[in-house]
C-alpha cells in the first residue's frame, strides 16, 4: 500500500470520528454553550499534547508557534460557527452543509495559487454534491413545511443556524489550505498542540467577556466531552495534521464528505432521528463520488503495481 493511499485511508476515519462528533455535540449543546464546547475541547485537548509530547513542544523552533497560532484563529472560527449552528438544525442538515467545503476548497486553491483540481476530482464533487442534496431531501409538498428556497420539488430550508454552518464550511476549507501550506517541515505533533493552545485560550478569553456563567453538564454530558476532547481533537487533529498533507487539499476534502454520511448513520442509531428513504440513495452517491475522485490514482497504482511483478 503506497504512503498516499494509506494517508486518505487514515483520513477517512478522521471522518468517521468527525461524524460521531455531531451526536455528541447535540448531547452536551444542552447543558452548556457552544463557545464552552469548542474552548473545553481544545484546552484539555493542549494539556493532554502538552503532557504527551513535552520534549519536542519545549524544543521547537518559535516559528510554529505562529504556525499554530494562524491555524488556531480560523480552527476556532470553523468549531465555533459549526457548534453555534447545531442548535437550530439537524444532525444530517449541518453535517451536509459542513461539506459545501468540497466546492469551497479547490475554488480557493484556484483563487490564491492557480492550482487547478483534475477533472476526476472535479466529477467527483459533482457527484458528491447531487448526493449531499439527496441526503437531507424534503418535498416541498409535505405538511408543515415551511417557507424555503424550492428547485424542483426540493425543499431547501435555510435557517440562521444553516447560514452560519455554511459560514463555517468557508473556514475549514482555508484551514486545510493552511495545512496543505505549512506542511514542509512541520513537526506534527508541535503544530497540533500550538493551534490547541491557541483555541483554548482564544475562546477562554471570549468566554470571559461575553459568556459569564455557570456550567453543569450532566453524566451524559461528560461522556459526550470525553468523547468530543479525546478522539474528538487529540486524536483527530493529529492524524489530520499528520496525513493530510500526503494527499492534495481537493482529494482531502472530497474524502471528507464521508462525514454526513457517518452522522447521518449515527443519529439513525443514537438520536432516533428519521431521514426519508431516499437519503439512502444520497449515501450511494456521495460514495460513488468519493470512488470516482479516487479513480485516476487507483487506475496509476494498479499499473505501477504490475510493473513490479513483472520485474
Not at 464552552?36 to 519545549?58: C, D, Q, S, W
Not at 476534502?253 to 428519521?274: G, K, S
Request: hydrophobic share 60%; with cysteine; charged share 10%.
Amino acid at each position: 500500500m503506497s504512503q498516499r493511499l494509506r494517508a486518505e485511508l487514515v483520513l477517512v476515519l478522521c471522518t468517521l470520528i468527525w461524524g460521531g462528533t455531531f451526536v455528541a455535540t447535540r448531547f452536551i449543546l444542552a447543558d452548556a454553550s457552544a463557545l464552552f464546547v469548542v474552548t473545553f475541547r481544545f484546552g484539555i485537548g493542549a494539556t493532554v499534547f502538552l503532557i504527551l509530547f513535552a520534549r519536542p513542544i519545549l524544543r521547537a523552533h518559535p516559528g510554529l508557534a505562529l504556525r499554530g497560532l494562524v491555524l488556531g484563529i480560523v480552527l476556532l472560527g470553523a468549531f465555533y460557527l459549526q457548534t453555534e449552528g447545531l442548535k437550530s438544525t439537524t444532525v444530517a442538515r449541518s453535517a451536509f452543509l459542513t461539506q459545501f467545503l468540497v466546492i469551497f476548497t479547490p475554488a480557493l486553491q484556484f483563487i490564491l495559487w492557480r492550482r487547478r483540481p483534475s477533472v476526476w476530482t472535479l466529477a467527483g464533487i459533482g457527484v458528491v454534491l447531487v448526493g449531499m442534496l439527496l441526503l437531507t431531501w424534503q418535498p416541498a409538498h409535505q405538511p408543515g413545511a415551511t417557507d424555503g428556497i424550492s428547485l424542483y420539488g426540493i425543499l431547501l430550508q435555510l435557517k440562521f443556524g444553516d447560514w452560519i454552518t455554511l459560514l463555517s464550511a468557508m473556514f475549514y476549507s482555508v484551514y486545510i489550505l493552511l495545512v496543505d501550506y505549512f506542511r514542509a517541515d512541520v513537526d506534527t505533533f508541535v503544530l497540533a498542540f500550538w493551534q490547541s493552545l491557541v483555541v483554548g485560550l482564544v475562546g477562554s478569553l471570549l468566554i470571559f467577556l461575553l459568556e459569564p456563567g455557570v456550567v453543569r453538564p450532566g453524566c451524559a454530558g461528560w461522556l459526550a466531552l470525553a468523547y468530543l476532547t479525546l478522539p474528538g481533537v487529540v486524536l483527530v487533529v493529529f492524524l489530520h495534521l499528520r496525513y493530510q498533507p500526503r494527499t492534495t487539499p481537493a482529494r482531502a476534502a472530497l474524502i471528507f464528505t464521508l462525514e454526513p454520511v457517518f452522522a447521518l448513520l449515527l443519529a439513525v442509531i443514537i438520536l432516533h432521528e428519521q431521514p426519508p428513504a431516499i437519503s439512502l440513495m444520497g449515501v450511494v452517491l456521495i460514495l460513488a463520488g468519493i470512488l470516482l475522485g479516487e479513480l485516476p490514482f487507483l487506475w496509476s497504482e494498479r499499473g505501477a503495481n504490475a510493473e513490479q511483478a513483472k520485474l
